[in-house]
């Protein structure tokens, strides 16, 4: 399931306690409340949807590149956050998510310079380059987070194909090709997922009902 939500009335004084003391000791090393209410919005939306899962009593610890992971059911999970928004996504296979505010500002040297040589070329013959930058961003950061490499995978390494339906091309991984990608257009905002399984519609939690009451963990 993919969940996301906007952050602007979480109340970061009242952190619950669910949330794991590393994870609250990361959420108050921020120095802005507007980054502590996404990394919070991302923690509730977590716990919101194990909660679903009817996961009970979560023990996370990390992989070889960090990215967490649920040790003590058979679950995946992976989280983003960009803007007002805080996005979640829980599997049973390895995933990956991306949230990305539009900026219109962007500098496309940055593809010219990091993208795979195919993706540069389809941004510049695109009749909204800035736009399809965006999402040719989240589906490879969706991608590096599912391999569970992130950036330590080089962004020029593989590419992006943005067919139907949406194709990943990486030498060095011969399940790229089985993946199955897909991006949402949120206000101005793209969100992508990318997993073994095609991605069904993300829910939006709103931020009224995020509430601990909603969570009815203790």
Avoid: R
């Avoid at 940055?110 to 989240?138: C, G, H, M, Q, R």
């Amino acid at each position: 399931m993919i969940y996301y939500t906007n952050v602007s009335n979480i109340n970061i004084n009242n952190i619950p306690s669910f949330i794991p003391q590393n994870n609250k000791e990361k959420i108050n090393s921020y120095q802005f409340d507007k980054d502590k209410k996404l990394s919070l919005g991302a923690q509730l939306l977590l716990f919101y949807g194990l909660k679903q899962e009817k996961i009970i009593n979560p023990i996370f610890k990390k992989g070889k590149y960090e990215k967490p992971y649920c040790s003590n059911y058979n679950i995946h999970f992976n989280i983003s956050h960009s803007g007002i928004y805080s996005a979640c996504v829980i599997n049973k296979t390895p995933v990956g998510i991306d949230i990305e505010k539009i900026d219109k500002t962007i500098d496309l040297n940055i593809a010219k310079n990091f993208f795979n040589k195919k993706e540069y070329e389809s941004i510049k013959e695109s009749s909204d380059p800035k736009d399809t930058f965006f999402k040719l961003w989240v589906l490879k950061e969706s991608y590096m987070k599912q391999t569970g490499l992130g950036f330590n995978l080089p962004l020029d390494k593989f590419s992006i194909i943005l067919d139907d339906p949406i194709k990943v091309q990486d030498p060095n991984n011969k399940e790229a090709k089985y993946l199955k990608m897909k991006y949402w257009k949120i206000e101005d905002y793209y969100l992508a997922v990318c997993s073994n399984e095609v991605p069904i519609n993300p829910i939006e939690i709103k931020s009224l009902q995020l509430g601990y009451d909603l969570l009815l963990i203790k």
